[in-house]
C-alpha cells in the first residue's frame, strides 16, 4: 500500500539551463537529499537563456495540468544575484510557485489566482552557503523540498504585497487588420503570436464574407487552417495552436527559419481584399 508521501503531489522543475552542464541535476540533488521521497517532474531545461516570457509562457501552459498541490520551481533568472527578490506564491487553486520576482512566475500565478506572497528570506531553508549566481540551487531547491515536507509557506520569510508582473501585449487592430507579433519560438520552430482566437472572431466577423489572410515579414498571405497537415507538405500555414494563440509554421518544416523569424518579428492579420 502506497505511503502518504508517495502519493504527494510532485515538485516541478522549470529552467533555462540546458540540458549540456550539471546545474539541473544539481537541483534535483539537493531537492532528493532534502526530501528523498519527493517525485521530481522535469516540465523543460531547454527555455531559451534569459528567456523571462518563454519561461512564463511555458509555464503558464504547463501548470494546470498537475495534481493540485504541486510545487513549481522555476528559474529563468538574468537578475540572479540582485535586488530582485525570491519568492514563492501560494494560490486559491493550490499551486505553489517558486522563482526569482521578475515575472516569470506571473502569467501562471495569476491565472491560478494568488493568495499570498513571501521573500524566502529565512536562512533555514535555504543551504548554508548561498552564491550569487545559482539561487536555483541554494535557495529555490530547498525552499522547494521544505515546503513539500510541509513547511508553512509563512515560515520561509515575510509576507510582500505585489509581485513583478509581465505584460505580454495585445495585437493593435486597425480598420481591416490585425498587427501583432511573435511572442515565443517552439523547438519545431513554429511562430507563436499575441494574437488570440477572440481577436480573431472580432475581426472575421467584421467581414464575414471575405475571409482571414496571415502574413509575417514579406510572405506570401497564408491561410488559417485547423491542423498543420491541412497544409500541403513544406508549405506555410497558420493556425491556433495549443496556445490558443495564433502561430505560424511549416508543414513538415520550421518556420522561423523559413522566414528568418524570431520573437519581435510582426504578425499581420487582415480580411482579404473584396
Excluded at 467584421?206 to 475571409?211: L, Q, V, Y
Excluded at 502574413?215 to 508549405?235: H, R, W
Aim: hydrophobic share 50%.
Amino acid at each position: 500500500m502506497p505511503s502518504r508521501l508517495s502519493i504527494r503531489p510532485p515538485i516541478a522543475l522549470l529552467t533555462d539551463f540546458g540540458y549540456r552542464d550539471h546545474y539541473a541535476g544539481v537541483m534535483r540533488a539537493v531537492i532528493a537529499k532534502i526530501a528523498p521521497a519527493a517525485r521530481v517532474v522535469d516540465i523543460t531545461h531547454g527555455i531559451p537563456p534569459q528567456s523571462i516570457t518563454a519561461g512564463a509562457l511555458a509555464l503558464r501552459e504547463s501548470w494546470r495540468y498537475f495534481p493540485d498541490g504541486t510545487i513549481f520551481v522555476v528559474v529563468v533568472d538574468p537578475g540572479v544575484g540582485t535586488a530582485r527578490a525570491p519568492i514563492a506564491i501560494g494560490t486559491r487553486a493550490r499551486a505553489c510557485f517558486i522563482g526569482p520576482d521578475n515575472g516569470v512566475l506571473w502569467l501562471a500565478a495569476n491565472e491560478a489566482g494568488i493568495k499570498s506572497i513571501v521573500e524566502l528570506a529565512s536562512s533555514r531553508y535555504r543551504l548554508p552557503a548561498v552564491s550569487n549566481t545559482f539561487h536555483g540551487r541554494d535557495i529555490f531547491a530547498p525552499a522547494g523540498a521544505h515546503l513539500w515536507l510541509g513547511a508553512p509557506l509563512a515560515d520561509l520569510g515575510p509576507r510582500i504585497k505585489a509581485v513583478e508582473q509581465l505584460e505580454l501585449g495585445a495585437p493593435t487592430r486597425t480598420a481591416r487588420a490585425l498587427e501583432g507579433q511573435v511572442i515565443y519560438v517552439d523547438g519545431f520552430g513554429n511562430l507563436v503570436s499575441n494574437i488570440d482566437r477572440a481577436n480573431l472572431v472580432r475581426l472575421n466577423a467584421s467581414f464575414p464574407a471575405r475571409g482571414l489572410w496571415v502574413t509575417i515579414g514579406n510572405s506570401a498571405p497564408m491561410k488559417i487552417l485547423d491542423a498543420y497537415a491541412d497544409a500541403p507538405k513544406g508549405a506555410p500555414l497558420a493556425t491556433l495552436g495549443s496556445f490558443d494563440l495564433l502561430e505560424v509554421a511549416v508543414r513538415d518544416g520550421n518556420a522561423a527559419r523559413r522566414f528568418k523569424a524570431a520573437v519581435g518579428s510582426a504578425v499581420i492579420v487582415a480580411a482579404r481584399p473584396s
